[in-house]
């Protein structure tokens, strides 16, 4: 391996890595630069949470998982850390909320971007 593809290696490694330990990371989808969690699945903002508060438990939390955030986690940057009713923890980026979508199936998925009449957006930087 010559050291120039050594180097490009290199960089695309750090590029793919989340700066300074965020909890997400960002990933191209057919909707742009989207945030991603650790195995490259879209994550969500729901129009119904209100800055810090999660409206999705229930159903809806079996069908959007939350971006669980550890018991001990601390915000950084742009990322927060919400509680939820259930107990739990889940990052939110801006204030808002991350989840997944059950019906994504592989890294890049984005079925969930305009569900529920527009409610459920890609999150994007």
């Known amino acids: 391996m010559n050291k120039t593809f050594a180097a490009l290696a290199v960089l695309g490694l750090l590029a793919a890595c989340s700066p300074m330990g965020e909890p997400v990371k960002t990933a191209r989808t057919a909707k742009g630069d989207t945030l991603v969690d650790a195995k490259g699945m879209t994550l969500y903002t729901f129009d119904k949470d209100s800055e810090g508060k999660s409206a999705c438990t229930g159903p809806c939390a079996a069908n ?3 971006l669980a955030a550890p018991a001990d986690a ?16 889940q990052w939110a980026y801006k204030g ?14 984005i079925t969930g971007d ?7 957006h890609v999150a994007q930087p």
């Open 64 to 66: 959007w998982p939350s």
């Open 74 to 89: 601390k915000p950084m940057g742009s990322y927060t850390v919400v509680s939820r009713d259930d107990g739990g923890k």
């Open 96 to 109: 808002k909320p991350l989840y997944t979508f059950i019906k994504d199936k592989a890294a890049g998925d």
């Open 114 to 120: 305009g569900f529920a009449d527009g409610a459920w």
